[in-house]
Nanobody, 120 residues
């Protein structure tokens, strides 16, 4: 099974920045679709940003203009650059790895998550 490891979370003041990293093992990283999701108690898990194997990105409206997703295939890594952080961004952020072939998902792996806490 593909191993997914997130890092970069921590405590930051409102208005500050963090960069989350997600490293996925395997020899087919360039074929993976990668996404960042976040979850807080009592709320549904929500998509923050996603990047496909071709480099196309989707970013949630509530973080547009503040967050950027990118990938470095040579390092098997996807990044989430978070700027102008707000207290409402506080959540556990999870990295998701998917591979889709002919419209069917044959790989779906989640990391353990990294906690981001934004203080006011």
């Amino acid at each position: 099974q593909v191993q997914v490891v997130e890092s970069g979370g921590g405590l930051v003041q409102a208005g500050g920045s963090l960069r989350l990293s997600c490293v996925a093992s395997g020899t087919s990283f360039s074929s993976y679709n990668m996404g960042w999701y976040r979850q807080t108690p009592g709320k549904q898990r929500e998509l923050v940003a996603r990047i496909t194997r071709s480099g196309n990105t989707n970013i949630a409206d509530f973080v547009k203009g503040r967050f950027t997703i990118s990938r470095d295939n040579a390092k098997n890594t996807v990044y989430l650059q978070m700027d102008s952080l707000k207290p409402e961004d506080t959540a556990v952020y999870h990295c998701n790895v998917q591979r889709v072939i002919l419209g069917l998902t044959n790989l779906d792996v989640w990391g353990q998550g990294t906690l981001v806490t934004v203080s006011s």
